[in-house]
Structures are given as C-alpha cells and as structure tokens.
C-alpha cells in the first residue's frame, strides 16, 4: 500500500512542476483515438502499472490533474488504472516463466 501512495504522490509531483501539462501535449494524439482520454491519463497508467490500483485515486482527487479530463472521463480515468493496476509485478512474474537457464532478454 506504501507503494501506491508513493506512486499517487508522485503524480502530484508531477502536475505541480507542469510535467502533466507537457506530457498531455505530447501524448493526446495517441491517447485520445485509443482511450478517448486527455493525454494526462498516461500518468495514470504508469502509476498504476508501477504499484496498484490505489494510485489512481490519488491522481483522481487532485484537481490539478483533473482538469485536463472532461466529467465523464473521471470514471473511465480509475477503470483504465484498474486495467494497468499491479502490472509491473504481472510483467516480471511472467518474464521468470523462462524456461530452466534460459532468458527472454538476454540469447547466448
């Protein structure tokens, strides 16, 4: 859970010093047609993926953030970090599936 505040504090951080606004400049072409979403989301998904679902809420109740996200966007904001919640840890228990001695990164 320690994690997951981190991470919501992070994203907090990260629309204090304007690093939200330049990223939903950058990523709102790709965002918008994929998740009909701001490009602000993005920090949502990475939160997300690095820790757990509850990050999300963090970055939901900042109104700094959220006003780049229209009002029927709040609720699909929480539903996309569901769906990238606890990735990171999904992502690294999979890589260590490989095969005895064998790597998905590294081929000798």
Avoid: C, W
Wanted: glycine share 10%.
């Amino acid at each position: 859970m320690a994690i997951a505040v981190l991470a919501g504090a992070f994203g907090a951080l990260l629309t204090e010093f304007g690093v939200v606004a330049l990223i939903n400049k950058i990523l709102s072409p790709l965002m918008k047609p994929l998740y009909d979403m701001p490009g602000a989301a993005s920090i949502g998904v990475i939160t997300t993926y690095l820790s757990d679902n509850p990050a999300i809420i963090t970055l939901a109740k900042d109104k700094g953030f959220t006003r780049y996200f229209k009002k029927y966007q709040i609720p699909a904001l929480t539903n996309l970090g569901t769906a990238f919640g606890m990735g990171l840890i999904v992502t690294t228990f999979m890589i260590a599936q490989a095969p005895k001695g064998e790597s998905f990164f590294y081929q000798h």
